[in-house]
Every structure is written in structure tokens, then in C-alpha cells.
């Protein structure tokens, strides 16, 4: 079965440049969810989309942006790297309407590694 | 979201049933317990999910206390690839709601 696809899986910055990360649901989601996890941290939310607006907002900071386009994939654009983004990110997906799918069944996607020089 | 603790660490043998408890004594009526694991790196990945009645799929077992304070996910027959951080999540009964995870279980299956 499709899962959700990350791209880059590796990333590495200076610090102060900008990345872009990608995300591609499973096909047919149409939510899609960013966490970003620190090294030996929990994972926490950042942002999420569904039908392409913004749906809910956790402490993604404001040199962070992202959008979901019109086939679904979304997008986090980072600017102004600093070190401490250093971390994981996953995208996860699911589905809005999703019986029999379980209610908030997220499938999250292998991560991106950035690192920040 | 209520909030939810767990013990930092378990340690497992190979083969017997894994018990993992989750305290979540401030959840509200409509939320649900879901249970998702991280094998090292990975992204989390979805274990079960309930809200008031036991629930059993073909990884695991939940067992919800009947005031819904707390409740505990078996896995019946731990394996070596089971090892991972396990993370006891209470969420609002919706299919696009963010997870708020916590500080998660690590558990150690053992040869």
C-alpha cells in the first residue's frame, strides 16, 4: 500500500538559509499534519491542513511557513535556520471522512532529517 | 487534551505479554484513548484506539478502567521488534485533530 513520502530524507543547512521539505499524503488523504522532533524529544505538532486551509496550529515558529496545494501535497518553509531547528520532521496524513478508518488515524510518513550547521 | 503519564521504561521478554499503562485521569466524555509507537526514528505508527469499551485488533489489546482514568495496552506475545517508545495519546473524537504526544513508554523486548 502507498504510504506518505518525505522529501529530502536528509537536509543539511548554515545556519540562517532557508529549506523547503515536502510532503506527499497517501492517496485520497486529504489532511495533512507536521510534528517536529528534536533530538531525544517527543514529537510535537506544528501545523496541519485540510482541504488546503489551515486547520489547527501548535508552536511552529513564525519563520515557519507551509500549505497544502491543490493535489495535496504540502509544503514547510523554513527560513532564517538557526540551530536549534535541528531535528526530525514528519509528515503524517489521514483521512477527513474516514470510516471505517479510525477516528484520527494518522499515518505518518519515514521524516525528514535537517541539520543545521 | 487531557493530560496523560506514563512510566519511562519497561522491559520485556520475548514471547510474554507486555502491560503498559497509561494514567489519564482528566479525560473528558469525548475523548479517546489512542496508542501509537516509535521504533527508533521512525515515524509513530498507529496501535489501536478507544473510548469506553475494551478494543482488540491484531497488534494489540486496550483495556479501559470503567471511569476511564487510565488504561492498559497489551501486546500478547512481544517480539524483539516491538522494542520501540510507546505513547498513550487522549484526543477529541475527530479525524483532524492534532496528536499531542507526551513522554511515552520505552520499552525493551529481550531476547
Known amino acids: 500500500a502507498a504510504g506518505v513520502i518525505q522529501s529530502p530524507r536528509h537536509l543539511i543547512k548554515e545556519k540562517r538559509e532557508t529549506a523547503t521539505l515536502k510532503c506527499y499524503p497517501i492517496p485520497r488523504h486529504d489532511t495533512v499534519y507536521w510534528y517536529q522532533q528534536g533530538p531525544g524529544q517527543d514529537p510535537q505538532f506544528l501545523i496541519s491542513f485540510y482541504e488546503k486551509m489551515q486547520s489547527d496550529k501548535g508552536s511552529i515558529p513564525d519563520r515557519f511557513s507551509a500549505q497544502q496545494f491543490s493535489d495535496y501535497h504540502s509544503e514547510l518553509n523554513m527560513s532564517s535556520l538557526e540551530l536549534g531547528d535541528s531535528a526530525l520532521y514528519f509528515c503524517?496524513?489521514?483521512?477527513?471522512?474516514?470510516?471505517?478508518?479510525?477516528?484520527?488515524?494518522?499515518?505518518f510518513g519515514p521524516g525528514t532529517r535537517l541539520t543545521v550547521l | 487534551d487531557a493530560k496523560t503519564t506514563q512510566p519511562p521504561s519497561m522491559d520485556c521478554a520475548e514471547g510474554r505479554a507486555a502491560n503498559l499503562p497509561c494514567n489519564h485521569s482528566t479525560i473528558s466524555g469525548n475523548e479517546y484513548v489512542y496508542w501509537y509507537r516509535q521504533i527508533h526514528s521512525q515515524g509513530p505508527q498507529y496501535i489501536i484506539h478507544?473510548?469506553?469499551n475494551n478494543e482488540t485488533n491484531e497488534m494489540a489489546s486496550l483495556i479501559i478502567t470503567e471511569d476511564r482514568k487510565s488504561s492498559t495496552l497489551i501486546l500478547p506475545h512481544a517480539t524483539l521488534r516491538d522494542t520501540a517508545v510507546y505513547y498513550c495519546i487522549v484526543s477529541r473524537r475527530s479525524n483532524d485533530y492534532k496528536l499531542s504526544f507526551g513522554a511515552g513508554t520505552t520499552v525493551t523486548v529481550r531476547a
Open positions: 503524517a496524513s489521514s483521512l477527513h471522512s474516514g470510516l471505517p478508518v479510525p477516528y484520527n488515524e494518522q499515518f
Open positions: 478507544g473510548l469506553k
